[in-house]
């Protein structure tokens, strides 16, 4: 007889992993990089390549660099490349593209300690910067279903619907409802069909990779808000969930392992808080879009989310009682 | 104990956490087999939890089936009777199942299964007689943790204990012990539940089962009605890992939480085995100590899974030869249940009072995953039946940080697995929940 194993128990395991959950998430974001496609042209595949392609390869030269083992097996870098690539315009310059990931992986990502240990998303990390830098290049938005009618050669140029967006205003200069749903709108390559981003969110939820209360609680107070903004106004509050980047953030970017909270009632504090910032800076900020802001502040208060949230472990006391058992004994 | 349906109780409060393991009860239909006496067995002193036993027996001496070879005058303690007749060929150190070297007194088969002339059923009147009776037979939980049950039974006179909750749960994997003894000894459990109702004067008995084994649910729900004065109950628990732990047993069947660190007796509660209940029947009935157990022998890599009865002592690789040997390669074995059952370094070591099973496994079901980092996903947590966070606790316990430890609550920890089962990272945070509890340990011996 061979050795035998000998290890600590449990001896089974859940079949879930690390890349598996990673891989998931790839699967979902799927239906919305052919949308992307389909309504920005094969210039978004590029940019999606050449996103993923720059995240797997400064984790790799960073991880060497830092003498740390190897980790792209995990693929959570394809999934880094994936969601900037989304949050870009499709006419970006692949150089800022390669900027932008190389600084989500090695500057958000791995210089905390890579997966897990990130304090931000990496994602909105390198999105952020990119806004920052390079501002008239990342609001140079692409007027949809233009790019087979002259080649792409000559992409036009669009605004977003939220930048004329008012409530009770006029939305005839707006794409229909519909044609926002499906993404036939100006944004970014990945967040404007919502019909994709939705479908994925299905998905990880069936596949249990994200549970559903942070994408419900974010659109669900962004609506709640908006509709008392626009004083009951529906076609307002739902001009204001398809528009920007709502859905893909609070589906792909809030529920993010690492910078999220542990419990469900910690989940809740921070999607809702995510809801309220996002309306805040679309209502009265001087920026057309809140949500990638919204979630960084949220990321930053996370640890602070978790230690009011903390569960009673079973069967123990509850701490003001104790405190004040302590004074009456001493 | 509100919702009654058919007659049937639910759980009063579902319990939070636990994780979905695959059942594989592939031996429930398999009537217990009866083992042909091995040529030897092996009785380590140490069977239970509390302090060991001392040999009673020297090298030479013969023994009879069923006689006293071991005892302690330890209150927390249970003595040690010979499970075959024969000749005591040694008194030494054994390794066993968890690798440690304990004494223990081995005994050559002289194939008479000679009975000891001592053996009497005794008089059981009152709490004192029964508890005697219960010490003497040697019993211990034959649910997996092997806590003396004549401490257990010998209820507190200042606490008011008024519910018996009977474990019929089984809720690991492959186990099907408890599940055969409903179907096969329900006489023995019935009269054990009866006896201990009229000798300690339980007000409630609960008997819980899990809702995947309705012949058993069948059978006890008989128990419950045979007596017409409505104090048996059954109350069967979703099929959830692991709804047989104690304090999530008592949660469920009273709705009482068992306070960090106390026991189900602080909140009126006893809960045992179902299998130990039958015991004390039988005991009482023929004066016989625990000399056998039955078995689950399943897994991947044996040839004819079964439900087996060995004789106390037996080695682990006699039970498997008796189940057809291995019919691949086995690349882990483990006494007890995958998710809390320790794993054999090799086959020669001796069946305890408390094992309740011996699985080996070819490949699959054991692969470890890899080990990664942390992604803070949570299913830990969610895992947790004691409300834990235990990713959180794994960094504290890697930094000795015993005082946030203990606001963490690990000392709650009853290393169920359910945290490591569920981690994607392949965590082995079980380890790490043991690790925590020795930086506690061992800071509060420096105090």
């Given at each position: 007889m061979k050795k035998l194993t000998v290890s600590a128990s449990p001896h089974v395991r859940s079949p879930k992993t690390v890349p598996g959950i990673m891989l998931d998430v790839i699967i979902a974001l799927v239906p919305a990089l052919i949308a992307s496609v389909v309504l920005f042209g094969f210039r978004s595949l590029l940019v999606t390549a050449v996103c993923v392609v720059s995240c797997i390869a400064s984790e790799y030269i960073a991880r060497k660099i830092m003498k740390r083992d190897n980790t792209i097996g995990d693929l959570s870098a394809i999934v880094t490349g994936m969601l900037l690539a989304f949050n870009l315009?499709?006419?970006?310059?692949l150089w800022m593209c390669v900027v932008g990931s190389v600084f989500a992986i090695v500057v958000v990502k791995q210089f905390f300690g890579g997966i897990g240990q990130n304090f931000v998303n990496p994602a909105i990390g390198g999105r952020i910067m990119m806004l920052v830098s390079f501002a008239s290049a990342m609001t140079d938005w692409t007027a949809p279903l233009e790019w087979f009618k002259n080649g792409g050669i000559d992409a036009m140029s669009t605004a977003t619907p939220l930048a004329s967006l008012t409530a009770n205003g006029d939305y005839s200069s707006l794409p229909s409802l519909l044609d926002m749903f499906l993404g036939?709108?100006?944004?970014c390559l990945g967040e404007t069909c919502a019909l994709a981003l939705i479908l994925g969110g299905i998905y990880l939820v069936a596949r249990r990779v994200i549970k559903p209360v942070i994408p419900l609680c974010f659109i669900g107070t962004v609506a709640v808000i908006m509709l008392i903004a626009g004083k009951g106004d529906f076609e307002f509050m739902l001009y204001e969930v398809l528009s920007g980047g709502l859905l893909i953030g609070a589906i792909f970017m809030a529920t993010d392992y690492a910078t999220s909270p542990l419990t469900t009632k910690g989940k809740i504090i921070f999607a809702v808080g995510c809801g309220v910032i996002t309306s805040v800076i679309r209502l009265f900020a001087n920026l057309p879009e809140g949500v990638s802001y919204s979630i960084i502040i949220m990321n930053i208060l996370v640890p602070h989310i978790e230690s009011i949230t903390r569960p009673r472990p079973f069967g123990a006391e509850k701490e003001k009682k104790e405190k004040k058992k302590e004074e009456a004994a001493s | 104990m509100s919702k009654i349906s058919d007659g049937i109780l639910k759980a009063v409060k579902q319990v939070k956490g636990g994780v979905l393991v695959d059942?594989?009860?592939?031996?429930?239909?398999m009537a217990t087999v009866r083992i042909t006496p091995p040529e030897r067995v092996i009785l380590p002193m140490q069977q239970h939890i509390g302090a060991p036993c001392v040999p009673v027996v020297r090298v030479g001496d013969h023994v009879d089936v069923g006689q006293l070879i071991a005892d302690s005058d330890k209150y927390v303690s249970a003595p040690i009777h010979a499970s075959i007749s024969g000749k005591v060929t040694s008194v030494a150190d054994v390794k066993v199942a968890n690798g440690r070297m304990v004494p223990a007194v081995t005994i050559e088969n002289d194939g008479e299964m000679t009975l000891f002339e001592g053996i009497a059923p005794p008089t059981v009147n009152n709490k004192e007689d029964l508890i005697k009776a219960i010490r003497n037979s040697g019993l211990v939980g034959l649910g997996g943790a092997g806590f003396p049950s004549h401490v257990k039974f010998n209820l507190p006179e200042d606490k008011e204990i008024d519910t018996l909750v009977i474990n019929a749960a089984e809720c690991e994997p492959f186990i099907t012990v408890d599940y055969r003894e409903c179907i096969e000894n329900t006489r023995n459990i019935v009269d054990g539940v009866y006896l201990l109702k009229k000798i300690l004067g339980f007000k409630n008995i609960i008997i819980a089962v899990e809702d995947n084994k309705p012949d058993a649910i069948k059978i006890l729900k008989e128990i419950a009605d045979s007596h017409e004065d409505n104090v048996v109950k059954v109350m069967t628990l979703k099929s959830k890992y692991p709804q047989g732990a104690e304090k999530m047993m008592v949660q469920s069947a009273t709705g009482r939480i068992v306070p960090m660190g106390k026991l189900p007796a602080d909140v009126g509660c006893v809960v045992a085995n179902v299998g130990s209940v039958a015991f004390i029947a039988r005991h009482v009935r023929t004066g016989r100590p625990i000399i056998s157990r039955t078995l689950t022998v399943s897994g991947s890599a044996i040839a004819n899974p079964m439900n087996v009865r060995v004789p106390i002592g037996i080695e682990a690789s006699k039970v498997i030869e008796f189940c057809g040997g291995f019919k691949k390669e086995p690349v882990k074995i483990i006494a007890?249940?995958?998710?809390?059952g320790t794993a054999l370094i090799d086959t020669d070591v001796p069946i305890l009072k408390s094992n309740n099973a011996l699985l080996a496994f070819a490949d699959e079901v054991v692969t470890n995953k890899k080990e990664r980092a942390c992604i803070h996903c949570g299913r830990c947590v969610d895992a947790c039946p004691m409300s834990l966070i235990p990713t959180d606790i794994e960094a504290m316990a890697m930094n000795k940080d015993a005082e946030s430890l203990i606001k963490a609550g690990i000392m709650g920890c009853m290393e169920c697995g359910s945290c490591a089962f569920s981690c994607p990272a392949g965590k082995p945070l079980v380890q790490y929940m043991r690790l925590g509890k020795d930086v506690v340990r061992e800071a509060g011996a420096k105090k």
């Open positions: 315009p499709v006419s970006i310059p036939v709108r100006g944004g | 059942h594989h009860k592939d031996t429930k239909d007890g249940g995958p998710m809390m």
